[in-house]
């Protein structure tokens, strides 16, 4: 029972670029969460999903897109990446009944240059 | 909107001290609340809740109760251990989602 994984771990982006984090969750949550983490700033809700096919804007969504083709896993995609978006992002699952008891992955630091 | 404020870090005690980590919420009905710990370098886990005013939540001698008169969930522990130096996240529901606080750094020494 592996829990909740994010790939890659680290990556470093220039200006422009694109790419794609993937988390998957082994848990059979319904539920799941795309998470940054800036200094000072605790953790902001990027998008969420409440099921497959189905995805909504959290707090902080602009540059972002999200899909949950299927149910286990979460993709968050940066389509064209700016400094701004060099954070440490988190992944996170939770069971539907109880939406704010969530499993968090370790994390995936981004860096734009 | 709803938020949640929690005092600055970092906080850096001996071992066996008493912790306090102070949070407040935005009294927006009667949300539940929750502490969250992030050890060096991983994700967050959940450490203790409480659903209902006068709820006292505990884990691993970590202790919390729920103040709906000063909108208050303290965190105390009476005996940290160089083991619990992490990153605590206050944290309360909203509308399905979580909110959480900016964090308090903890560091423990021997």
């Known amino acids: 029972n592996a829990g909740v994984t994010q790939t890659p771990k680290f990556r470093v982006l220039k200006t422009g670029q694109s790419m794609t984090l993937l988390c998957a969750q082994d848990m059979n949550h319904e539920y799941m969460y795309w998470y940054r983490q800036d200094p000072g700033m605790g953790l902001r809700l990027i998008h969420y999903s409440v099921g497959e096919g189905t995805t909504a804007k959290g707090e902080v969504p602009d540059g972002y897109n999200v899909s949950r083709l299927k149910k286990q896993n979460f993709l968050l995609g940066l389509e064209s990446a700016a400094p701004s978006q060099t954070s440490v992002y988190f992944c996170a699952s939770s069971y539907a009944g109880v939406p704010y008891e969530q499993y968090f992955g370790p994390g995936t630091r981004l860096t734009v240059t | 909107g709803d938020s949640v404020t929690q005092m600055e870090g970092p906080v850096t005690l001996s071992e066996e001290a008493f912790l306090t980590i102070n949070c407040t919420y935005t009294?927006?009905?009667?949300?539940?609340l929750f502490w969250y710990v992030q050890y060096p370098g991983e994700g967050l886990q959940l450490l203790l809740k409480?659903?209902?005013?006068?709820d006292k939540g505990s884990n691993k001698g970590f202790e919390a109760t729920y103040r709906k008169e000063t909108t208050s969930f303290h965190l105390e522990k009476g005996s940290v251990q160089v083991s619990d130096s992490a990153v605590y996240f206050c944290?309360?529901?909203?509308?399905?989602?979580?909110?959480f606080g900016k964090g308090t750094k903890l560091s423990v020494k021997p």
């Open positions: 009294a927006t009905g009667y949300p539940s």
């Open positions: 409480a659903t209902k005013a006068d």
């Open positions: 944290a309360r529901g909203s509308q399905g989602n979580l909110i």
